[in-house]
Each structure stands twice: as C-alpha cells, then as structure tokens.
C-alpha cells in the first residue's frame, strides 16, 4: 500500500525567504506525482504535474523535482509572499488511484 | 476551473439518517473519485468509478456505498449516518489513465453528524 509522508507538517517563514517542501512515497512504480494548495475552507488547486519519466517541472516561482528511486518529491517556493500562505499537498498516482500526504500548512509571514 | 460541482456544499444530519452527496461534471472524464479529508489524515480515497456502473473501493469504505448511472454523476451515500463520518467530503475527477494525467477537484462538502 502506497504511503505519502510530508514534512514538515507546518512551517512558518518570514516574507521573501526561499523555502523547500518534502513529500516522500514508498512504493516508486508510481505514474505521476502532483502539488496542490488549499486554502481554508477551499478545495484543492493544482500547482504542478511531474511525470514518472521526468525530473522536474517549474510554473513561476515553483520548482518541483522527482527522484522516483529514492521515492522523493521536493517542492521550491522562492521569495516567498504573504499570498502564498496555505496548505501544500503531494499526490502520487498509480495506475488509476492518487494517494496523498497530509500537507504542509505555510505560514509566510510579512 | 473543471466543471465540477458538489452538493449540497454543507450538511447537518443526525445520527442514523441516510445522506446522499452528488459529485456533477461537465469535463466528461471516465474517472470519479469520492475522497474525505480530516485532520492529520490528508485525504483518504472512499470509493471510485472507472465508467458507468463500475466502481471500486477506496481505503476507507465501510459504511458508504456509490452509484454511477450517468457518465456526469456520481453519488456517494451513508447509508446511516455516525458521528465518525463527520468531515470534509471532495470528489475529483480525472480523464484517464497514464503519467499525464492529473486530478481535478471539486470545492467540497462539509458534513457535520450530530
């Protein structure tokens, strides 16, 4: 059974500041893995999809990487805004199920 | 945004009571998926349908059954509501199998058991 751990659960960072999100998985025959936010109350947006067969996507100011052997995923956030405070979740997809973590709650302070 | 809706948004039923949930989509995606959400667990799946009238179990199943009749509709049902189904309810939707595809979610549904 596929497991997602994210760490850390909560982080709080001052505005600006470059910050680095973990997701791992345990089993690596995965076909994607995807970062969502959510903001309280709300349902959950898709920030970025690496495929199985790739290393890395990047949308604005994310990055996130793949290391699929060693069952890793990191999403990069750099200078941080107050806006991007929320919830970031990973989602890893077999063949026709997606298995999440149970987030990281950023707190960027201004 | 994907064309997806959920219904009602928020629910206040007592124990015991049979509650229905409906996950509607206008994307005409093969997967639906019923996942519910409570602190410290994430997301965890409940059930899932890869077409009509064919569904499957997620992780954390007892006590709720699904239907499919249409492609757009899928609906999830507690059958006799109990407290420990109080949370946060979302259906996802997603077109098909393989490595490029993602998942789309749908705003939620807070449901409250008392």
Redesign the interface.
Known sequence: ?QE?TQIPAALSVPEGENLVLNCSFTDSAI??L?W?RQDPG?????LL?I???QREQTSGRLNASLDKSSGRSTLYIAASQPGDSATY?C?V?D?????????TKLNVKP | DAGITQSPRHKVTETGTPVTLRCHQTENHRYMYWYRQDPGHGLRLIHYSYGVKDTDKGEVSDGYSVSRSKTEDFLLTLESATSSQTSVYFCAISPRTGEDTEAFFGQGTRLTVV
């Open positions: 059974k997602v076909y994607n995807q969502f709300k349902g959950l947006t898709s999809l495929q199985s067969s979740l989602a997809k063949f026709n199920k997606f298995y999440f973590g149970s987030g």
